[in-house]
């Protein structure tokens, strides 16, 4: 589903960028990047982790909103929106990682606790 | 965390729609400030500082594009991003320090196992030992049970073997008692024999049993002329008799023939003669085949008189030989 959002902004990048509209030019190398942490998120798991799942929805939400505002050829504003939506994304990957770890760090917390009991 | 998303959220539009009117910081610039100075107070400024230093960085485009124009939607832009960037920072910062925790804990756990191990080790090695120790005590044990039964055998043929050897001694003790009835049989048979053989000699002497023996007191008158140690013939045949009668009671008996004489006469006549009539009762006796080597003869002389000697009768008693019979343990 992502995928096939993601494949539309591109094509809208490619319109935006034929038709030659705004001061500005499309941010195809931004939209990439973004996609890709985007991806890079989904893929760790970060619907799993509830903090981390709601940056990933406004990630996409903001990649939503430059989409339009590309195609209104408002280049600029997508950019931010773009960068506003990569560093989302990046949080999302940091909040599942840090979820992960956590719950490994607890595991041998626990782990070490029953080796305890067992020694006594 | 989640406050500060929602109001970004609630701001990317505000900011969108309220332009550039406020000259004052945007509530994204106000926000991004506060979660960096968060972030450097964090741990995240010791483990991760690229990351502050990235929204350090993103604070500094906003702070900038705020005095180039502020309230600009960069402005509010690279606040929003500068305070994910802090939070990234934070949450790295939280994700290295649970690493660490992490790490400790793992290491913590391999350090206690390993003391496990070497317990279990160290438990291992001593039960070895007491096993060792005792499979040893066992090994003792077992050998001195060995040897005991050893000893227990070698008892028990000893006791087989004294049983035996008493067995023996039982069938000697039988056999000795068996023979020492027959001896005594022989032996009563033998004095029956020889009383019936004393008994005998009543016709021809005088029997009597003494302290020293049995005696046989012939009278000096039938086997002697008066004076002479010659055998007269009437005493042979008594002789006779009482030779056959000393042969028949047994070897283990000696025989004394003892002379005794008067008083009449010197000392030194009495007793030669004495000893002479002896000599012939004792070598007519021989000759009659009894043992020589169990009869001897003495004279008494006239010193054992056993009646008056100034009457003729006590004389008469006085003159004569005496035969004495002895156990041989008993003989003077």
Redesign the interface.
Known sequence: MHLGKASGLLALVALAAATGCGSAAVPVGQVTETQASIRAAHELGAERTP?AA??LK?AR??VQ?ARAYMADGDNA?AW??L??AE??A??AI??T??AE??R??AQ??H??EE??ER?Q | ??RW?IL??LT?GAA?LAGCASTGPSPELVDARRTYHQAVASPAQHYVPAHVLAARQALDRAESAHADDAGS??ER?FA??AQ??A??AM??G??AQ??R??AL??Q??NR??E??RERARADAQRAQAALAQTRQELGEIRRALSAQDDRVSEQAQQLMAREKELAAREAELAASAGALENERAARKNAEMTAAAALKSLQDVAMVKEEARGTVITLSGEVLFASGKSELLHTARERLAQVAQALKEIGDEKVILVEGHTESRGSDALNLTLSERRAGAVRDYLVGQGVDASRIRAEGRGEHEPIADNSSAEGRANNRRVEIIIQDSNRAR
């Open positions: 903090l709601m940056h406004m939400d903001q909103a504003e931010y929106l960068k506003r560093s989302d990046d949080l940091a909040l990682r840090e770890m956590k490994k760090a041998s917390r782990r070490i080796l305890g020694a | 965390m989640k998303t970004s959220t990317i969108l939607f960069e832009s929003y991003i994910r960037k939070q990234l949450t790295y939280s994700y649970a690493q925790e992490r804990s793992e913590a756990y206690a196992q003391r496990m």
